[in-house]
């Protein structure tokens, strides 16, 4: 089993940053990617950004050039450091690691951009 905890939501002004973390535990193999979905109210969850094992990363069209996914492979952390955040950046933010195809989800940190 694998859990996934994640901290670092809040309330922030426009323009402003914010730096969320999930530490994965539990049955962690080697080849893995990591992620960051999100869930505004009435909407659908949406990828954020994915991170794998090696690096390579992933972003969403929205978050490119202000949002940046990171990982610490010893910690089993990884980062989502977000900037010029836009109040339609308000949302549940989800931490996902996938592995041999199956989903692990956390339960979501929520993060809310006052105009």
């Known amino acids: 089993q694998v859990q996934l905890v994640e901290s670092g939501g809040g309330l922030v002004q426009a323009g402003g940053s914010l730096r969320l973390s999930c530490a994965a535990s539990g049955s962690i193999f080697r080849f893995n990617s990591m992620g960051w979905y999100r869930q505004a109210p009435g909407k659908q969850r949406e990828l954020v950004a994915t991170?794998?094992?090696?690096?390579?990363?992933n972003y969403a069209d929205s978050v490119k050039e202000r949002f940046t996914i990171s990982r610490d492979n010893a910690k089993n952390t990884v980062y989502l450091q977000m900037s010029s955040l836009k109040p339609e950046d308000t949302a549940v933010y989800y931490c996902?690691?996938?592995?041999?195809?199956?989903?692990?989800w956390g339960k979501g940190t929520l993060v809310t951009v006052s105009s």
């Open positions: 996902n690691l996938n592995q041999y195809a199956r989903d692990y």
């Open positions: 991170i794998t094992k090696g690096g390579s990363t």
